[in-house]
């Protein structure tokens, strides 16, 4: 083995390092004397500069930005572990050509994420902010507007079938939801009708659903997948949720379909510009539930991130591949094999 396996930490993590990941770090790391980390310089461009990562082994990403150019010329870098699941912030193909392994933590907020969804379908479904905001302004069933509705038996559709997907449908059938759909090209068949799910083209996951979530990743060929043509199939009684990633959605023709009562409301956790401008429509619309892309940030999915970034890290520095990757692809690369014989133990 060579001598010191260093890793560069995301500036991004400012004060909330030690709470969220430093104890992680100690228990899963601090045992390994070989194997030192510190916190990397803010890039003077928003995006990593290959001078600065090229110096560590492996880094702990949290919203870092890697393009292209943070790949020239890299040489020593072997594994960027991406705290969470999104990969939209990094290059994977640029990562890939250069021998480093992107790995993620999808595990650990499957199940937070997937609660959020639930929560907001039953905040919108049974008008939880319009009732709480009637009661603080002292109207006492003056004026009600028409009930809220019961989710039993109604159809759920996700755009998307992973983990979160089939974590957010396994609960929906406990809860008594009837139709279940999923637009998904690269889920197998065999595991969709495990769920009890139907797998459909787009348009009739759209159509169909009275509650539409989104459960898909941000790539080139998502972005912007539901526009206006699909708002257009939605049921004017159904609700759209989006705890994914913002720009898979044309904002524009959200708020539009919004703005003409085409579909009754939305829960939103994810906006195509982050942070939204306050001028943001979506902010002032009394059908929308926002959030700031924070409704998986519960104690036990922060933590299980910090964990299972920190055995990412750990499995490249004893020579191994990490269970989740971006690209699966990397892992077979000589380069990639080389880098990891490094720290294979004899």
Not at 247 to 260: F, K, M, Q, S, T
Not at 282 to 306: F, K, R
Request: net charge neutral; hydrophobic share 45%; glycine share 10%.
């Amino acid at each position: 083995m060579t001598q010191g396996f260093s890793i560069g930490i995301d500036p991004g993590w400012g004060d909330k390092l030690n709470p969220l990941l430093g104890p992680r770090l100690e228990e899963i790391l601090g045992p390994r004397r070989d194997i030192r980390w510190e916190v990397m310089p803010q890039p003077r461009r928003g995006v990593a500069e290959p001078g600065v990562i090229d110096r560590h082994d492996a880094i702990m990403a949290l919203g870092m930005r890697f393009d292209a150019s943070s790949f020239k010329g890299v040489r020593r870098l072997a594994c960027i572990s991406r705290w969470g699941v999104g990969f939209d912030a990094i290059d994977v193909p640029a990562a890939t050509a250069a021998d480093v392994l992107v790995a993620l933590t999808p595990e650990a907020i499957t199940r937070s994420v997937a609660e959020a969804q639930i929560a907001l379908i039953f905040a919108l479904a049974k008008r939880i902010p319009d009732l709480d905001r009637r009661t603080r302004a002292g109207r006492w069933r003056t004026g009600m507007p028409l009930l809220g509705i019961d989710v039993k038996g109604q159809a759920l559709s996700s755009v998307g079938l992973g983990r979160i997907g089939s974590e957010m449908f396994r609960i929906a059938k406990g809860i008594g939801f009837g139709r279940l759909l999923a637009h998904d090209p690269y889920c197998p068949p065999s595991r969709a009708a495990g769920l009890g799910v139907e797998l459909v083209d787009l348009d009739t996951a759209m159509a169909k659903g009275d509650f539409v979530t989104v459960n898909a990743f941000l790539g080139d060929g998502t972005r912007h997948l539901i526009g206006a043509p699909q708002f257009a199939r939605m049921k004017p009684t159904a609700y759209f949720v989006n705890t994914a990633r913002g720009p898979i959605v044309d904002e524009a023709a959200l708020i539009g379909a919004l703005r003409d009562g085409r579909i009754a409301g939305a829960g939103i956790d994810v906006f195509e510009i982050e942070p939204p401008s306050p001028d943001n429509p979506l902010l002032a619309m009394e059908n929308v539930i926002v959030s700031p892309h924070g409704m998986a940030w519960t104690i036990q999915g922060m933590d299980g991130n910090s964990k299972d970034c920190c055995l990412n890290i750990l499995q490249v520095a004893t020579g191994e591949v990490p269970a989740c990757l971006a690209d699966d692809t990397a892992a077979l690369r000589p380069g990639v094999q080389a880098k990891l014989a490094r720290w294979r133990q004899p």
